[in-house]
């Protein structure tokens, strides 16, 4: 088995002449926290719905354990094990939280959104969804409308979710979007539990949890690799520097000895 599960080659995005990714080569190792980060207008999100496939490249090659996915549609490689979240909480509001969980369930095990199935027909999920919702600390919310969830627990919520599809590989967009300090923290907690034994790519714009959480890092800038590394080798990287903040790397958190060192 190959120590690297994601990779691109040129990876290239146009849009009526706009080059929003350019020859982007990326390459993660299997069983890391990667990060994908760099300022608005860097081509983050472009990026990772052309990994998602919710995008179609205009050039280049995508590579996913061993098999080429350029061309693929969402779905398809989602049912091979890469599977993503989204920068908005997605989930069904007027369901339970329990009942969310259910649903991701019913879609991993081949089964179908009847929603008018017989209870035992549905209960027979409702083990492993209570686990999940144990394993990101929702067990108390599962009979709580999903709607009523603060944002933080949403967050959590649409994990959970994401777990039920059984993934190789994780790839979430902005998790900790929107939240308090104390959120933030439980949601970093989470992503380090769940990703034992998983691949995770995560697109983030708060540093301190890129420092917290990640192996390793790739910043882009206007569309291409600006660096590569870890936290402490891209913090020290003047362009980075100059992209993120012109003249104040404590003002997004680089470490001022990393940033002058």
């Known amino acids: 088995m190959s120590d690297t599960i994601l990779e691109t080659q040129g990876l290239t995005k146009e849009f009526r002449g706009f080059l929003a990714v350019q020859g982007v080569n990326l390459t993660i190792r299997r069983g890391t926290i990667h990060g994908l980060i760099g300022p608005n207008g860097a081509g983050k999100t472009t990026c990772f719905n052309l990994l998602t496939k919710f995008l179609i490249p205009t050039r280049g090659k995508i590579t996913y354990d061993g098999r080429d996915i350029t061309n693929m549609k969402p779905a398809e490689v989602a049912r091979l094990g890469l599977v993503r979240s989204f920068q908005i909480s997605a989930v069904f509001p007027h369901l339970t939280v329990l009942e969310n969980v259910r649903v991701a369930l019913q879609r991993a095990r081949g089964s179908s959104f009847d929603f008018w199935r017989s209870d035992s027909v549905l209960k027979q999920f409702d083990g492993r969804a209570r686990e999940l919702l144990a394993d990101v600390g929702l067990t108390e919310y599962a009979e709580l409308q999903a709607g009523s ?62 420092e917290g959480l990640c192996d390793n890092i790739t910043v882009l800038a206007r569309g291409e690799v600006l660096a590569e590394g870890d936290y402490m080798a891209v913090s020290r990287n003047p362009d980075v520097q100059a992209a993120y903040l012109g003249t104040d790397p404590a003002s997004v958190g680089v470490p001022e000895s990393a940033a002058h060192g």
């Open 149 to 210: 969830l603060p944002y933080g627990r949403k967050r959590a919520l649409e994990i959970a979710t994401t777990l039920a599809l059984e993934p190789t590989m994780m790839l979430l967009d902005e998790p900790t979007a929107g939240m308090t300090h104390e959120d933030v923290d439980r949601i970093v907690t989470l992503i380090k539990r769940v990703s034992k034994g998983r691949t995770v790519l995560l697109v983030e714009h708060n540093l301190k949890v890129v």
